[in-house]
């Protein structure tokens, strides 16, 4: 179990300093706490010597001065301990952030959101109370051991022996407690990840779930996993609980017997009555930090199972990383060319038979446009995504002015196209905040907004560009937080342009207009349009027509309908729903008006 910690090890190191004072703090503190027995033996044998006052005085100040020095040193010990936790849980929290943003993104496709958000928050607080609390307490009581020990050897070797005799159990007590305590926490912090994804998920599909009115079936859902949650917590802590009694019950035998032949050993002499009370403050300084090393170890054994969770995170393979030497892209002003070389890639988890990608080649010469058209599930996103590298293909290359993008920085290849995926993110910022994500005020931010028509729906906001954004632009419609995906592709003025079904929230008219007034920002760029109308391939030099992962038709779209194959097919299909969707919205009303009104989905 401590191997799972490890890890932990160069947080600690990067401050040795701060950890070193607060330990020499632990071991001041305990150090006068050991003279407090000497000066209250001192003070009960000067009562029967010739001047009990003025010993008792003395004993009594030297008493106050060490028990000020060691409070003084204690609130040094918590405050540097405790306050160097946050430190490391900060710089581990940090490393931990980066990591989820280099990791690919079929790695999310598998992780709950829920999940990864426990381990960030849940699983870094238990790691941090073992950064501070657990060592602090466990130097607290080795260092005691150590010191107060030899003070009660120098006292009583017979009632020292004595004393610590019960202690002998505590290792078997430790393994046996310890192994329930580390297996209880582990279930526990692995449903938490399952609780806060069920919670999630919920939050986030608050509209379905009032939608459908089942509002009452996810709060029993919930509930079932609360109660499991709390049985799961209530396991701990029965073996928990048992825990500290345990180490105090064999305290509190020792103190028994030290009682006992104490006791005897002042009456027959062999000990003062001073030497004994002082025996017995150095049994109680020593027993109740070892009630304290039992929260200590429960601390430790949490956080071993929430390090082992985060472990598995960090030891997750960024196989999505910049290579070591990237190479790069030939000097262009303009648009660049795209070839596909016998491309393959299947899903992580898909069926073995079923590849999303399956042997695409084509070429997308500088400056021209492509469009991708196909059914749901055809293997039309894919395609595009392998181009940014949010996966790599399985086979096949995939070459921009004839350098593999693999070949590239992460950095290089991403600023040369503007993405616009098929689901639209939007930060909890302003509007302007969106569209320039993290860059400097563009020259091209009106003209962005304008060519995406962005700007038909800044009428209606308060603040324009500045208006402050909901979670996921909730307090904008579909269609508008589609036109502000396009202008933040478009601000960054890249060579290449990939709109993934990007305008589907709008109806075919708005899409035609909003096309042809991207037009004129789209040219002199590469563009791959990936979408299932009419309007979005007219244009396009070339159209492929994907079909399970494959490439089953290719040519101009009057070349293509005179196949009367697939793609016409398709065309007919599409022509059929908008006329349904027109008759619709004339009983309901458009579902987007091209002055970008909101619209109640949205």
Not at 122 to 129: E, K
Not at 238 to 261: D, E, F, I, K
Not at 331 to 339: H, K, L, Q, V
Not at 498 to 521: K, P, Y
Request: proline fraction near 5%; avoid cysteine.
């Amino acid at each position: 179990m401590i191997r799972e910690l490890v890890p932990l090890r160069p947080y600690l190191e990067r401050y040795t300093g701060r950890y070193l004072a607060g330990f020499l703090a632990v071991v001041g503190s305990n150090l006068l706490n050991a003279l407090q027995p000497i000066f209250l033996q001192r003070g009960i044998d000067g009562l029967s010597g010739a001047d009990p006052r003025s010993a008792v005085t003395r004993a009594a100040v030297l008493l106050v001065v060490a028990a000020a020095g060691a409070g003084a040193l204690r609130y040094a010990m918590r405050r540097t301990l405790n306050g160097v936790s946050r430190v490391v849980e900060r710089d581990l929290r940090n490393d931990l952030y980066a990591k989820l943003l280099r990791l690919p993104t079929a790695y999310f496709d598998r992780m709950p959101i829920g999940d990864l958000m426990a381990r960030a928050t849940n699983d870094l607080l238990s790691v941090r109370m073992v950064a501070g609390p657990a060592i602090m307490y466990l130097g607290d009581t080795l260092t005691r051991a150590v010191v107060l020990i030899p003070s009660m050897w120098i006292l009583s070797p017979t009632l020292t022996l004595l004393a610590l005799v019960p202690l002998l159990a505590l290792p078997l007590l430790e393994a046996r407690l310890g192994r329930l305590i580390h297996e209880r926490s582990a279930a526990i912090q692995t449903h938490f990840g399952a609780l806060t994804d069920y919670v999630h998920q919920n939050v986030s599909g608050v509209r379905i779930v009032r939608a459908y009115s089942q509002e009452t079936r996810e709060m029993e859902g919930f509930a079932r996993l609360n109660r499991e949650y709390v049985r799961l917590n209530l396991s701990l802590a029965r073996a928990q609980a048992a825990l500290s009694p345990a180490l105090a019950l064999l305290g509190g035998l020792g103190g028994a017997v030290v009682l006992y032949v104490g006791g005897r050993l002042v009456l027959s002499g062999a000990i003062s009555a001073g030497a004994f009370v002082a025996f017995f403050v150095y049994l109680a300084l020593l027993v109740w930090p070892l009630i304290f090393l039992g929260w200590a170890l429960n601390l430790s054994l949490r956080a071993t199972a929430a390090m082992e969770r985060l472990n598995r995170v960090f030891a997750e393979p960024e196989s999505l990383a910049s290579p070591a030497a990237p190479e790069r892209l030939p000097e262009s002003a303009g648009a660049r060319s795209i070839d596909y070389v016998d491309v393959w890639f299947r899903h992580p988890g898909a069926p073995e038979r079923r590849p999303a990608v399956a042997g695409v080649s084509f070429s997308v010469p500088a400056g021209s446009t492509v469009a991708i058209v196909g059914g749901t599930g055809a293997g039309k996103t894919s395609l595009v995504e392998l181009l940014a590298r949010l996966y790599d293909p399985d086979r096949g290359q995939i070459l921009i002015d004839g350098v593999d993008v693999r070949r590239l920085s992460l950095r290089e290849l991403r600023s040369a196209i503007g993405f616009v995926p098929q689901e639209t993110f939007l930060f909890s910022d302003t509007l302007r905040g969106n569209v320039l994500l993290g860059t400097e005020e563009s020259a091209r931010l009106d003209e962005a907004v304008a060519a995406s028509r962005l700007s038909d729906a800044l009428p209606d906001l308060p603040k324009g560009l500045d208006t402050m954004l909901g979670e996921r632009g909730v307090n904008l419609s579909g269609g508008q937080r589609q036109r502000t995906a396009i202008a933040r592709a478009l601000v960054r003025d890249p060579a290449i342009v990939v709109l993934d079904d990007a305008l589907s929230a709008v109806d075919a008219e708005t899409e035609a207009r909003i096309l042809e007034e991207l037009r004129d920002s789209l040219s002199g760029r590469t563009v791959l349009v990936v979408s299932h109308r009419a309007a979005a391939v007219r244009d396009a030099d070339l159209i492929l027509v994907m079909d399970q992962g494959e490439v089953v038709e290719r040519g101009s779209y009057e070349e293509l309908l005179a196949r009367n194959g697939r793609f016409a097919e398709l065309i007919r299909r599409q022509l059929i729903e908008e006329e349904l969707e027109s008759a619709t919205a004339t009983d309901a009303g458009s579902p987007e008006s091209e002055s970008g009104a909101r619209r109640p989905d949205g």
